[in-house]
């Protein structure tokens, strides 16, 4: 949440910002973004946040851990590279972007393919917003559709499946916490 908050913020206060057809990363450039530095803590924060979730979450996946994981740490530094190589700065932004942006789908695919004792509709959901993320990308690559609005179509699927992984646990919270039972971690069939 934090993420789309920052970049609507920070996109606010671009002058001349256009979100179909500028892409994220101009928002986090310090030569054409004024609040860039909140855009790229924004990068940071969700590196951090996904890579200490998804260690604290791989004991949940029945199959594909290290893919998983793989996806997670690729995620982490593909966002970290965004905030501090900026775009336009080289090869080290696209390749971060690539990282982010691919991994974070893998994520989704993996949760939704791997995670077998997690609801039927979360496990779908979860594929289905992996493939959206892929198509999306691959329309990004092939240049076709306006470029920041496909960047966005590849990058919201991931930020969707965060917001949906996180209404399941918050919803088996509320649960818990209303049949007055402490939470503690449990596998997946037993936390949603």
């Not at 920070?10 to 986090?28: C, H, I, K, N, Q």
């Not at 260690?55 to 996946?61: E, G, K, P, V």
């Not at 190589?85 to 932004?93: I, Q, R």
């Amino acid at each position: 949440m934090q993420y789309l908050l920052a970049e609507a913020v920070t996109a606010a206060m671009f002058g001349g910002y256009r979100p179909a057809y500028d892409t994220v990363s101009e928002l986090g450039v310090p030569s054409v973004s004024d609040w860039h530095v909140l855009m790229n803590i924004a990068f940071c924060v969700s590196a951090v946040s996904v890579l200490v979730a998804g260690f604290c979450s791989a004991h949940l996946l029945a199959t594909r851990r290290r893919v998983y994981l793989g996806a997670v740490i690729g995620y982490s530094v593909g966002s970290v590279l965004v905030a501090t190589v900026h775009s336009g700065d080289g090869s080290a932004h696209v390749v971060g972007a690539v990282l982010a942006i691919g991994a974070g789908n893998v994520i989704a695919v993996v949760v939704g393919t791997g995670a077998r004792a997690c609801p039927r509709w979360y496990s779908g959901g979860s594929l289905a917003l992996g493939v959206v993320g892929f198509f999306a990308s691959a329309l990004l690559i092939a240049g076709i559709g306006p470029v920041g609005a496909v960047e966005r179509a590849s990058i919201y699927t991931f930020v969707a499946w965060e917001l949906l992984t996180a209404l399941v646990i918050g919803r088996r919270s509320r649960s818990a916490h209303s049949r007055n039972t402490a939470v503690r971690p449990t596998p997946c069939r037993r936390a949603f």
